[in-house]
């Protein structure tokens, strides 16, 4: 035998060692993955979808639910007549015949959808027309019982029910919980077999949300929000109503709004989250938090009189009052008198005497430039520049709300330290999470962060903020028989771009609590660009006190007074 003879039954010997090692292979050492893979390859998976959890109010009102659909499908090599099934299926779906035959005619798929989300009723005419080719899925859909309120808090889900906005989307997977699977034994082309076993899985149904809100103080809300919305022909709006003692948001209403059940129908822009999402300067609202701070430091208290010139040059710019000074009427102001008639030139004067480092400590802690952390998704943290990068005029504009930017819920959240006896609590629109059988899973706790001022700092406040509404910028606001206390506030817009103020547009505000003493309930009304008047005290005022005689019928409160000791200091601002 040849050389090339040996070579060649060499390579064939080699050939035949190599198929018998891998045949022993892939029999001995892959036996278990060739098993479950033929397995796979003779069994049918349909996936089972879990029930999506609910959100309620904190009475537990149903704000969204899920009820029963249907999801209705074609298969076009099924169907005998396409241009009948067209004709006959067309006004039942809702849809157009020649788009519903075109679209069955042009497919090559194997299956197309006709309907998402159909009624019973949708679902039982289609079978009553016994057309081959059709079939059905059980689902469900979102439903919203009260259409537009609360939306812009719910937000909304898509096609396959995912969240896309507000708690639906921020917490999706705790709502939409996980799903289950059927498996089925079949033939290789995936066909069931009778004999063949069936195995459920079944799925876990979504956890359901418990807010703080209240529906019925929120339908009030959005209904006076409106009202003056449209009185006054604004832009937008956005009411929030808080209970300062433990942070929860009893409502959160804003304009324009928009409806959950079709939310395709309405524009981008009117489906965010205002309170948390748009900035704005605060204007003289952000007087009361100047006040607080240098009465903490105890530069002065407010019975403190100091001459207030009518203008005052800072640097290069010369501020000035909203509103000429009545003839022969005293520079010489109290502290409270300062806020009360909402002097920008007092109030520039006490920043000054409090100093930027200070002063931008006090900003911070009452939580201005910081996310306040409220569940809800999108929440910016405002606009508040260090004190090294303030110009020469900052601190005087700073405080008269003037060159930073809020959100609604910080400002509301501030306020209500001051009604809290100057004690921090973080907002929460969460109370509880609990599964089907309605257990509590997991609590958001009432969050007490830190004290930001003294209580006598915040009494005196409260006091201040009483004679605004007795006797300041807000006298038409009283409401007899009960003790209000808040601050109006006129900012002008500023650019989107961030340079100059908008001609003519203003930010028309009213943030209050009540009752003085032991105040329950803080609201804060904003409203936008107003083209009807645009005074905090005759725009948003009037909606503030609309929601706070809601309040009062709603929650039964009694008729309150100031008691002896209130009203004596009260009396002793009231002489200087």
Not at 258 to 275: C, H
Not at 292 to 320: F, G, M, R, W
Not at 524 to 544: N, R, W
């Amino acid at each position: 035998m040849n050389t090339r003879h040996k070579s060649f039954f060499i390579i064939i010997a080699l050939i035949i060692i190599a198929i018998i090692v891998r045949l022993g292979y892939l029999q001995l050492y892959k036996t278990e993955f060739f098993k479950t893979k033929s397995n796979n390859q003779l069994k049918r998976i349909i996936k089972l979808f879990p029930n999506r959890g609910s959100i309620f109010d904190r009475n537990l009102k149903p704000l969204a639910l899920t009820e029963t659909s249907y999801q209705i499908y074609a298969i076009p090599h099924e169907i005998e007549n396409k241009w009948i099934l067209a004709k006959k299926t067309a006004s039942i779906l809702d849809s157009d015949r020649k788009e519903l035959s075109d679209k069955l005619y042009a497919s090559k798929a194997p299956f197309l959808w006709l309907k998402r989300h159909a009624s019973e009723a949708t679902m039982k005419q289609l079978k009553d027309l016994k057309l081959k080719g059709i079939g059905y899925i059980k689902t469900e859909k979102r439903v919203y019982p009260n259409n537009e309120l609360a939306s812009h808090i719910m937000g909304f889900v898509g096609i396959d029910n995912q969240g896309l906005s507000g708690l639906e989307y921020l917490y999706d997977k705790q709502l939409k919980g996980s799903s289950g699977k059927v498996i089925l034994d079949g033939d290789p082309r995936g066909t069931q077999l009778v004999s063949g076993k069936k195995t459920k899985i079944p799925p876990n149904d979504g956890q359901s949300i418990i807010t703080t809100l209240d529906s019925s103080i929120q339908f009030m809300a959005e209904k006076f929000l409106s009202q003056a919305v449209k009185k006054h022909q604004a832009e937008a709006g956005q009411v929030i109503i808080m209970d300062p003692k433990t942070g929860d948001i009893l409502a959160m209403a804003v304009v324009p709004t928009f409806n959950p059940n079709i939310w395709q129908a309405s524009k981008t822009s009117d489906r965010r989250i205002r309170p948390i999402t748009d900035v704005f300067e605060p204007g003289s609202i952000f007087k009361m938090f100047t006040l607080a701070s240098v009465l903490e430091e105890d530069i002065v208290s407010a019975k403190t009189t100091i001459h207030v010139p009518e203008t005052y040059k800072l640097y290069n710019k010369v501020i000035k009052e909203a509103h000429p000074r009545k003839k022969n009427e005293s520079s010489n102001k109290t502290v409270s008198e300062i806020i009360e008639q909402s002097l920008n030139v007092g109030t520039t004067l006490l920043a000054i005497k409090l100093g930027k480092e200070r002063f931008y400590k006090y900003i911070k802690e009452f939580g201005f430039g910081n996310k306040t952390e409220i569940q809800l998704p999108g929440e910016t943290k405002g606009l508040l520049n260090p004190p090294q990068k303030w110009s020469g005029v900052d601190i005087g504009t700073h405080s008269f709300g003037q060159g930073i930017a809020t959100t609604g819920l910080q400002l509301t959240t501030a306020m209500s330290i001051i009604a809290n006896d100057g004690i921090y609590i973080k907002p929460r629109i969460i109370k509880y999470f609990q599964n089907k059988d309605q257990t509590t899973l997991k609590g958001i706790p009432i969050q007490t962060k830190e004290r930001i001022i003294s209580e006598q700092t915040a009494y005196e406040v409260k006091k201040t903020l009483f004679n605004v509404v007795e006797r300041g910028t807000a006298k038409n606001l009283k409401l007899k028989g009960y003790t209000l206390a808040g601050k109006t506030g006129t900012a002008q817009k500023a650019k989107t771009n961030g340079i100059g103020y908008e001609p003519g547009k203003y930010i028309a505000s009213f943030l209050g609590f009540f009752p003085v003493e032991d105040p329950k309930i803080v609201i804060l009304v904003s409203i936008d660009s107003p083209k009807k008047g645009y005074y905090g005290s005759t725009v948003a005022g009037p909606v503030f006190k609309e929601c706070a005689k809601f309040i009062i019928d709603y929650y039964n409160i009694p008729p309150n007074s100031l008691n002896t000791t209130f009203k004596k200091g009260i009396s002793r601002v009231n002489t200087y």
